[in-house]
C-alpha cells in the first residue's frame, strides 16, 4: 500500500494485494486503541459493528477485522451483506462505538476496502485516520482470559434498516411500478425489500450476487440493462444502485437516464415544499451540472458547491447544518436521515415525490436542463503549475467570455494522479467539444512535464 493508506473514503485497494488479510488485523487493532484513547470505551466494554458487500473477498477481511478488533478487546457484532448506509444506521441505533464496513464500493470486484465510522456513523475525520496509520503495528498490552472481545451475528440488521428507511417516508407508494437494478451487490436484499415494504412493485435486476459479479456490466455504472429493463416491463421508473449502494441513479419510463444532479433537483425542491430545506440551501460540488445551478437558482433554492468528494459534501453540511448535498455520479446525503449517502434512501424519496404530485420522473426531472458537458482528462502534466500559467489563465478567460452565461469552463487539478481535467459545459455538444479541445492542448503545451 502507498504510504498514505487512507483515501477520500477509507482504505482502498486489490484484495489479498494491497488489501492483505494482515493489514486489515493491524487496521482494525490500531482503530481500537485510537478510539479507546479518545475516552469513548471509558467504563463498558467497547462494541463494534461490521459489515460487507457481496465480495468474495468480503469473507477472510471480514475474518480478519473481527480478530483484530476482539484481540483488543472490543465486542463485535457481524452484521453479514449490508449497504454502507445500512452499517452507519446501525452503528448509531444499536450505539456502537464503531462501525467498519468492508467494500470497494463501484470498483471492479478484484478490489475491497476499509471503512471505519465513529459513534452515530459518522465518518472519521482526517485527524483519526492519521492517527490510526501512524498506530499500525505499534506495541500494545494484549488481553487475555475473559478480557478479549466476542463475537456474535446481529441476524435483524436487514430488518431494522429497511424498516428505518421506510419510517422516512410519509406516504405508500402504492401503484407504482418500478425496477431496481441492485448491481450484484450490498442491496441484492436490502434494496427490494425496503421499497417493496413502502408498497411499490418492484421488479430486482441483478439481485444474485455470487462473490464475482458484483458491478459487473450492471448498476450505477452501466445502466443499459436497466433501461431495457424498464421499458420491457413498462415501469414507471427504474433505479440502479452500485456495490455498496450508497448511490442512485435512475431512468424514467422511456428509458432516458436521469443523473444525480437532476434527482438532488428533485429532492431539493421536494423538501422545500415541505419545508424541511434548512435555510432552502443544497449543497453540490463543483462538477454539479450549470443547469443544476440555473435552476434551483430559478426556484428560489442557493447552492453551495465544494471541491469535488462526497466527504467535502458532508463538511459543508455539516458546517452550514443542511439538509441535502450530493453529487452527479448519485452519491446523495439527506442528513435528517442518514450520516452518508443512501441510494435506497434517495429512490424512496424520489418514489414519494413522484406519488404525492402524480407526476411522472420525467416531468419532475424537466425542473433543470442539463447542458452538455465534456471533460478531458490531460495526463503527463505538471499539475502545480495549472493555476499559475499566464498563458493557460488567458486561454480559460478567453472561453469563459466565449461561453458567458450560457456555459462553464473548470480546470481542476487531479488529486492523485498527474493530470488536470478540463471540463466544459456549453449550449451544444459541439460548442463545448470544440472549448475543451483548445483548452486541452493549451493544458499540453504549457504544463507537460
Not at 351 to 360: F, I
Amino acid at each position: 500500500m502507498p504510504q498514505k493508506l487512507f483515501g477520500t473514503d477509507g482504505v482502498r485497494g486489490l484484495a489479498n494485494g494491497q488489501l492483505t488479510a494482515e493489514l486489515a488485523l493491524d487496521l482494525s487493532v490500531a482503530a481500537a486503541h485510537v478510539l479507546a484513547d479518545r475516552g469513548e470505551f471509558a467504563g463498558h466494554r467497547p462494541v463494534a459493528v461490521v459489515g460487507r458487500d457481496t465480495r468474495i473477498s468480503g469473507q477472510f477481511l471480514e475474518a480478519a477485522v473481527v480478530a483484530g478488533l476482539a484481540s483488543a478487546g472490543v465486542d463485535v457484532l457481524l452484521l453479514g451483506v449490508l449497504p454502507t448506509p445500512g452499517v452507519a444506521y446501525l452503528t448509531g441505533a444499536l450505539e456502537a462505538d464503531l462501525g467498519v464496513m468492508l467494500s470497494a464500493s463501484h470498483n471492479p470486484m478484484p478490489d475491497n476496502g476499509i471503512k471505519f465510522l465513529a459513534r452515530g456513523g459518522v465518518k472519521l475525520d482526517d485527524a483519526i485516520e492519521n492517527a490510526i496509520e501512524q498506530r499500525l503495528g505499534e506495541p500494545w498490552d494484549r488481553p487475555t482470559g475473559g478480557d478479549v472481545g466476542r463475537v456474535s451475528t446481529y441476524d435483524a440488521a436487514v430488518d431494522d434498516y429497511c424498516a428505518h428507511l421506510v419510517r422516512t417516508t410519509t406516504r405508500p407508494l402504492t401503484g407504482l411500478r418500478v425496477v431496481l437494478d441492485c448491481a450484484e451487490g450490498a442491496a441484492a436484499e436490502a434494496g427490494p425489500k425496503a421499497l417493496a415494504d413502502a408498497g411499490a412493485d418492484v421488479t430486482a435486476i441483478h439481485a444474485q450476487p455470487d462473490g464475482l459479479n458484483i458491478n459487473d456490466d450492471c448498476g450505477s455504472t452501466h445502466l443499459e440493462s436497466l433501461r431495457k429493463a424498464v421499458i420491457k416491463d413498462g415501469a414507471d421508473v427504474g433505479f440502479a444502485l452500485d456495490g455498496d449502494a450508497d448511490r442512485c441513479l435512475a431512468v424514467d419510463a422511456s428509458g432516458e437516464v436521469v443523473d444525480g444532479d437532476q434527482l438532488l433537483a428533485v429532492l431539493a425542491l421536494s423538501m422545500r415544499d415541505a419545508g424541511r430545506l434548512p435555510n432552502d440551501v443544497v449543497v453540490a460540488t463543483v462538477m454539479s451540472n450549470l443547469g443544476f445551478v440555473q435552476a434551483m437558482k430559478a426556484n428560489s433554492v442557493k447552492v453551495r458547491q465544494t471541491k469535488v468528494g462526497d466527504r467535502y459534501v458532508l463538511e459543508a453540511m455539516k458546517a452550514g447544518r443542511y439538509g441535502l448535498g450530493g453529487e452527479q455520479s448519485g452519491h446523495v446525503i439527506m442528513s435528517e436521515h442518514a450520516t452518508t449517502g443512501d441510494g435506497i434512501l434517495t429512490a424512496l424519496h424520489v418514489l414519494e415525490r413522484m406519488a404525492s404530485t402524480g407526476s411522472s420522473l420525467a416531468e419532475l426531472a424537466a425542473v433543470m436542463t442539463r447542458l452538455p458537458q465534456v471533460l478531458i482528462n490531460v495526463p503527463g502534466v505538471d499539475k502545480s503549475r495549472a493555476d499559475e500559467d499566464a498563458v493557460l489563465a488567458a486561454a480559460v478567460a478567453e472561453a469563459e467570455a466565449e461561453l458567458a452565461d450560457t456555459g462553464r469552463v473548470l480546470l481542476r487539478p487531479s488529486g492523485t494522479e498527474a493530470l488536470v481535467r478540463v471540463m466544459v459545459e456549453a449550449p451544444t455538444e459541439e460548442q463545448a467539444a470544440s472549448v475543451a479541445e483548445q483548452l486541452a492542448a493549451v493544458v499540453r503545451e504549457r504544463l507537460s512535464l
